[in-house]
């Protein structure tokens, strides 16, 4: 399976969305080996002094799928979820200055933490699920589906012109304002429409 992220999704100011709104979404892969096991304690890695969390939420995909039309795209899932896209923000800085591919700061072991799914079902709307992330009892990012550039079923219909979908894959679509550095000892929860989806300890 393969973990599709997509890049900035969200502006602060939600007026602005028509102006700012860049053409296409950017895209990127993180390779299974990236996902943080179950309950387990997340590792800051020596080849960064800047991890960065990036709370996102979550799609996974429950068929095969390619070029799949946008008025299709909601037979392609039934959870949604949410997770934290890790990034060792120096080095991918590094990276960006010189045009060169970012997998190394996004796609390391660890990188990826998969909360629990929520059925669609029991969700008043996937318009507008609201989600958090709480670093140490603060919450210090906060999301909305509403709030997206490139809404759920958008995005599975312009990631599948390029890449076929398979069951099982899961989309990350993007982070909400609000991303920061994590320290040892840290410890990070995220809540979804009153649920708490995942926790873990930073070491
Ligand atoms: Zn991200």
Same mark, same amino acid.
């Given at each position: 399976m393969k973990l599709i992220c997509i890049g900035?999704?969200?502006?602060?100011?939600i007026e602005e969305l028509n102006n700012e709104r860049p053409d296409e979404p950017v895209v990127f892969i993180k390779p299974d080996s990236a996902i943080l096991p179950n309950e387990q304690d997340f590792y800051i890695p020596d080849f960064s002094d800047d991890v960065h969390y990036e709370v996102e939420l979550l799609v996974k995909i429950n068929k095969v799928g390619k070029h799949i039309e946008e008025r299709f795209a909601? #037979?392609?899932?039934d959870e949604v979820g949410l997770g934290i896209d890790f990034t060792a923000r120096d080095l991918q800085s590094q990276l960006k200055q010189k045009g060169l591919p970012w997998e190394k700061a996004k796609g390391f072991d660890g990188s990826a933490v998969i909360g629990k799914w929520l059925s669609k079902?029991?969700?008043?709307?996937i318009d507008d699920i609201n989600f958090s992330l709480f670093k140490n009892g603060d919450e210090v990012q906060k999301g909305s589906? #509403?709030?997206?550039?490139?809404k759920i079923d958008e995005l599975i219909a312009y990631v599948s012109k390029f890449f076929t979908l398979k069951k099982g894959d899961v989309i990350f679509t993007g982070t909400p304002a609000g991303v920061g550095r994590i320290q040892a000892n840290d410890y990070l929860s995220g809540m979804m429409e009153g649920h708490e989806l995942f926790h873990i300890n930073v070491k």
């Open positions: 900035r999704n969200y502006t602060e100011h909601h #037979k392609y899932y079902n029991n969700l008043d709307s589906t #509403k709030l997206m550039l490139w």
